[in-house]
């Protein structure tokens, strides 16, 4: 059950339980209790990673609204539901940027820079 959920995850319950029934059906309900522990698992699994992910993601925006605050003081409207929105790529390279920038437009320019 573990071997068949893991290589065809993307097969329905209903038809997961339908050829259990037809190869054992005195095993149904132990093999559909094993399968749920294994979909509830990795289901807890991707929740943790994503939850993680999110909090990594938030900790980068944080951080920049912080140095952006230390650095320019006041900042204008949009900026904070700016960073709030970027992607980690993007946090990373703003945060990069902001140790040579002058100003928050050398921050938030879209010309690359290696």
Known sequence: VVYATTVYASV???????????????????MLSIAAKEWMAEGAAKGRAEGEAKGELKAK?????????RRFK?????????????????????????????TLEDVFSTEQRH
């Open 12 to 30: 329905h319950p209903v038809l997961l339980r339908r050829a259990i029934r037809r190869v054992r059906p005195d095993w149904e309900d132990e």
């Open 74 to 102: 006041t900042l204008p409207n949009g900026i904070e539901d700016r960073v709030r929105a970027a992607d980690s790529v993007l946090l990373d390279e703003w945060l990069d940027r902001i140790l040579d920038a002058q």
């Open 61 to 69: 925006a944080d951080t920049l609204l912080r140095q952006l605050h």
